[in-house]
């Protein structure tokens, strides 16, 4: 899937306080180039110094997600992350003159209004998504949290999100986006929620100075009586709303209505798109999480950065263009023939590297004994044909190829890191280790087999003319 960038038309301003913090915050969301990502600045520190919105830089997921470079910091970043992500903003610098994002409502629902009366700009650049190819599975140390990611055939980004406190009040809870246009309607205006057992601890850790009864779903988990009404709520300085509030046993504490019966997942989900956007990437998949929160979502997506990682390291190979050299013209190059020639034919041929490819069929010889019942390409014979590659690169420049030999002095540092069965693809990728002298050849190859690195060697061969031609 390619479409472009997208960033905003013109900047956006809003006001708050941090449900932290407590302090007072301007936040202005400018548009950025292409290719800048998300970005905030702490426009009130010297210098003005920007924080790149990336996992490395996350430093506390201790209610809500951190990110820092040296002494500037910027807390609570995941509904304005969320909300920027959600709507299809690639870009954007954020700049605040605090160490928080105001909480507003407690959603992404006011970032996400803007963004939609601002309007998006398209860019030249192309989105780069990463399309997940295989699972990844997260568990943390404590067997609670766990996060799959799940490869999926379209080109979705869907989540599944389930929550359980143990709580007669929150219970089980499931929500889903299945994709993300939906998540304007159905996720954005969820709002983050706490218990009512824990705002008197938050208080007393120095948290939720700028919390209040309007941006937070307060949870009733039992009876509290008025007393314990009061105390609490001096605790964390609003005595004034103790009139506001009536008990009615457990529930949603009455000063706030919920706007789906499963808000609280589906604020979990809000949460997890926002820190997902972290990774830096558009993401295309199916990611299921139970019992998730900021850490196991940022840990979480750090193994989804490292299978991006782990991707680019893995060349492209295309494999349906016009090869260099078809199997009409390697016989011509080789002197192997059946059943010892093992390659089908080059793709592409530079002054350093080759890259060959090998089908394998049921029809090979060697299957026979190895193994019946459980067919396995013998390790040998995967380096036989990478040297047949090496050999074709170093005879492709010579004018009359059929008059020499090629034969190994050396094989060093051979791997095999998969089985190779009937129906892969071997696709063979060598690179010249240093400059060819007096026909030595010194090549490093890897054979892949669907992106994945099965086998690779190091290989010394010597190029010598046969006798009498």
């Known amino acids: 899937m390619t479409d472009k960038q997208r960033t905003l038309k013109a900047?956006?301003?809003?006001?708050?306080?941090?449900?932290?913090?407590?302090?007072?915050?301007?936040?202005t969301v400018e548009p950025s180039e292409a290719n800048t990502g998300y970005r905030f600045q702490r426009t009130d520190l010297e210098g003005e110094p920007i924080i790149l919105?990336?996992?490395?830089?996350?430093?506390?997921?201790?209610?809500?997600?951190?990110i820092a470079k040296g002494e500037a910091r910027v807390s609570v970043t995941e509904h304005i992350l969320a909300a920027l992500y959600g709507m299809g903003v690639d870009?954007?610098?954020?700049k605040l003159n605090g160490p928080e994002v105001p909480i507003?409502?407690?959603?992404?629902?006011?970032?996400?209004?803007?963004?939609?009366?601002?309007?998006?700009?398209?860019?030249?650049?192309?989105?780069?998504?990463?399309?997940?190819?295989?699972?990844?599975?997260?568990e943390d140390e404590n067997g609670y949290s766990e996060m799959l990611a799940v490869a999926t055939p379209g080109e979705e980004f869907r989540v599944t999100v389930m929550v359980d406190y143990n709580s007669p009040v929150l219970g089980t809870q499931h929500a889903s986006m299945y994709r993300m246009q939906d998540f304007e309607e159905e996720i954005s205006a969820c709002r983050t929620f706490v218990f009512m057992k824990e705002l008197g601890f938050l208080a007393e850790k120095g948290l939720i100075k700028g919390g209040d009864l309007d941006n937070a779903i307060v949870l009733m988990e039992r009876e509290y009586s008025d007393e314990e009404i009061r105390n609490t709520l001096k605790k964390i300085g609003?005595?004034?709303?103790?009139?506001?509030?009536?008990?009615?046993?457990?529930?949603?504490?009455?000063?706030?209505?919920?706007?789906?019966?499963n808000e609280p997942a589906r604020h979990k989900l809000l949460d997890i798109v926002g820190d997902l956007a972290l990774v830096g990437r558009p993401l295309q998949g199916h990611f299921l999480a139970a019992r998730p929160g900021h850490r196991s979502n940022v840990a979480f997506g750090k193994m989804v950065r490292e299978a991006i990682k782990a991707r680019e390291k893995t060349p492209r190979f295309d494999l349906t263009k016009e090869p260099v050299y078809n199997i009409n013209q390697i016989e011509k190059m080789l002197p192997h023939r059946y059943p010892f020639l093992l390659i089908d034919k080059i793709i592409s041929v530079s002054e350093s590297r080759i890259t060959g490819v090998k089908n394998v069929t049921m029809n090979e010889p060697f299957f026979q004994g190895h193994f019946p019942g459980d067919p396995i390409m013998p390790g040998v014979l995967q380096v036989e044909a990478m040297a047949q590659v090496g050999?074709?690169?170093?005879?492709?420049?010579?004018?009359?190829?059929?008059n020499y030999s090629t034969y190994f002095l050396k094989i060093d540092k051979v791997k095999f890191k998969q089985k190779v069965i009937p129906g892969d693809t071997i696709v063979f990728d060598l690179e010249l280790m240093s400059p060819i002298r007096r026909g030595i050849v010194h090549m490093h190859g890897k054979a892949y087999v669907n992106g994945k690195v099965v086998s690779e060697s190091e290989m010394i061969a010597q190029v010598a003319k046969q006798e009498g031609k």
């Open 391 to 402: 050999g074709i690169f170093a005879l492709h420049d010579k004018p009359d190829p059929e």
């Open 91 to 94: 870009n954007a610098l954020i």
């Open 11 to 27: 900047p956006m301003n809003f006001k708050g306080v941090g449900l932290h913090t407590g302090t007072l915050v301007d936040l």
């Open 53 to 66: 919105a990336d996992l490395d830089n996350v430093i506390s997921t201790e209610r809500g997600t951190t």
């Open 238 to 261: 609003r005595e004034n709303l103790v009139n506001e509030i009536k008990v009615e046993g457990i529930g949603v504490l009455n000063t706030i209505k919920l706007k789906f019966e």
């Open 104 to 138: 507003l409502d407690g959603s992404a629902a006011i970032f996400v209004k803007a963004i939609k009366s601002t309007g998006l700009v398209e860019q030249e650049a192309d989105r780069n998504y990463f399309k997940l190819d295989e699972n990844l599975y997260y």
